[in-house]
């Protein structure tokens, strides 16, 4: 059973950089594709990015050039990078992870994702 744990979520200025980090466990990471997305009150949950188990990486085109994802296979770490953070990227975000190998077409699809983190709030102020 592959288990993700978020964390870094903070209240922070517009303008300012934080990096999220999800931690998992009972899988091998290097296998695995790993998503993020947010939840914002009201609204849907998105796709925010994604690292396939290939290292390749998509990105929502409303945080193209400021996001960054990356992964560390030896430390079973995946991170999000966010800059110049805007108030709209207030929101609950989310680690996932699915139980088997997905295309990368699928990588947006949270329905695809098994595996959930509990999310980690992060709050920009302007």
């Known amino acids: 059973q592959v288990q993700l744990v978020e964390s870094g979520g903070e209240l922070v200025q517009a303008g300012d950089s934080l990096r999220l980090s999800c931690k998992v466990s009972?899988?091998?990471?290097?296998?695995?594709?790993v998503g993020w997305f947010r939840r914002s009150p009201g609204e849907e949950r998105e796709f925010v990015a994604a690292v396939a188990w290939s290292t390749i990486t998509y990105y929502a085109d409303s945080v193209k050039g400021r996001y960054t994802v990356s992964r560390d296979n030896g430390k079973n770490k995946v991170y999000l990078q966010m800059n110049n953070l805007k108030s709209e990227d207030t929101a609950v975000y989310y680690c996932?992870?699915?139980?088997?190998?997905?295309?990368?077409?699928?990588?947006?699809?949270?329905?695809?994702?098994?595996?959930w983190g509990q999310g980690t709030q992060v709050t920009v102020s302007s």
């Open positions: 996932a992870a699915p139980s088997q190998i997905i295309s990368t077409a699928q990588l947006m699809t949270p329905d695809i994702y098994a595996y």
């Open positions: 009972g899988g091998t990471l290097d296998s695995l594709s």
